[in-house]
């Protein structure tokens, strides 16, 4: 079979005798990215609304591949859904790419058809999937959480501080029954991890305030939580993601100075217990920050007892062998 044969076949024959067409179009290379660029470039606008009405019809089929309901990050109750999508090509970077940003024109029209609005298009992910004959779409589309939308903290504080003066809600009863929407650490355990991260050196004291580093940037900048020991703390309770953001760095340092430095670890943890004993009758302290050093004497005398009793060798397996 020759390319020309082939070019004049119809898709019935093609489809019928696909592995010949497959090894007539391997010497040529090809590529699916190629004839697309070509065809969006000719002025057959018949060829161009067929490639457009093509990727609809792909469109349509994947919205969505996956519905993600059952996730940690899901509520079915709530009705935002953030969709992404996932658009595989032969090659996430090529000059023969027919979805690039900067070619504009037809090659805009089919980024439009995928992703038709500023939000969707950042949504809009590009992998590399080595296969130069296929176009590959894959949605995930995902219940999301009311704390977890940016800027939710803006409408919380409203919320508050409008609720002092009247209610939002069909009866003044319901303010005090209903669960909160932001999964709040217990008190108890955000004064532990907040204690425990102030000892390991993961929440950091200088003359700016009380700061943390957020390891889900690239850059890894550090995070002010308050100036002050109370606002700090307050702030870092009611922060659902800076807690947990906290609480995984504790957890792993917590780990190496047990199995590596145990005896610098408690005595570190004793010092810092003798420094909140001295603090409690300080009087440039607010009634705030003198229950913050209350509950970080709690959790380190916890602490101490803990370390005291530690032994690393516990629950390794040691088997002796020849």
């Known amino acids: 079979m020759e390319l020309s ?32 660029r070509e065809a969006l470039q000719r002025g057959d606008e018949t060829l161009k609304e067929a490639v457009k009405r093509a990727f609809r019809e792909l469109d349509q089929l994947a919205a969505p591949a996956w519905d993600y309901l059952d996730a940690w990050v899901s509520n079915p109750n709530l009705g935002y859904r953030e969709l992404v999508s996932i658009l595989g090509v032969g090659e996430r970077e090529s000059h023969l790419d027919p979805f690039s940003n900067d070619r504009g024109g037809d090659n805009e029209d089919l980024l439009n058809i995928l992703a038709g609005n500023i939000h969707e298009r950042s949504k809009l992910q590009k992998v590399a999937t080595g296969d130069h004959r296929r176009v590959l779409l894959y949605r995930i589309e995902a219940s999301v959480p009311a704390f977890a939308l940016r800027g939710i903290e803006v409408y919380r504080e409203k919320y508050e501080t409008l609720s002092k003066d009247r209610s939002f809600h069909l009866h003044r009863a319901w303010e005090e029954g209903l669960e909160d929407l932001f999964p709040l650490p217990d008190p108890k355990e955000a004064a532990r991890i907040w204690t425990w991260a102030r000892l390991l050196g993961v929440i950091r004291q200088d003359e700016g305030g009380y700061t943390y580093q957020d390891t889900r940037e690239v850059s890894g900048r550090r995070i002010l939580l308050g100036v002050t ?94």
């Open 5 to 36: 044969r082939l070019r004049a076949m119809g898709l019935r024959a093609l489809l019928e005798n696909t592995d010949q067409a497959l090894k007539v179009l391997e010497p040529h290379e090809a590529t699916l990215a190629k004839w697309l």
């Open 229 to 322: 020991p109370g606002e700090a703390f307050e702030a870092f309770s009611r922060d659902f993601f800076a807690f947990k953001e906290v609480e995984g760095q504790v957890v792993k340092r917590d780990r190496a100075f047990r199995q590596e430095r145990l005896q610098e670890y408690l005595e570190k943890a004793r010092e810092a217990l003798q420094t909140r004993e001295a603090l409690q009758d300080g009087e440039s302290w607010t009634e705030k920050d003198r229950e913050v050093f209350a509950r970080e004497k709690e959790a380190l005398q916890a602490l101490v007892e803990e370390l005291s009793r530690f032994n690393p060798r516990s629950g390794q397996d040691l088997f002796p062998s020849l």
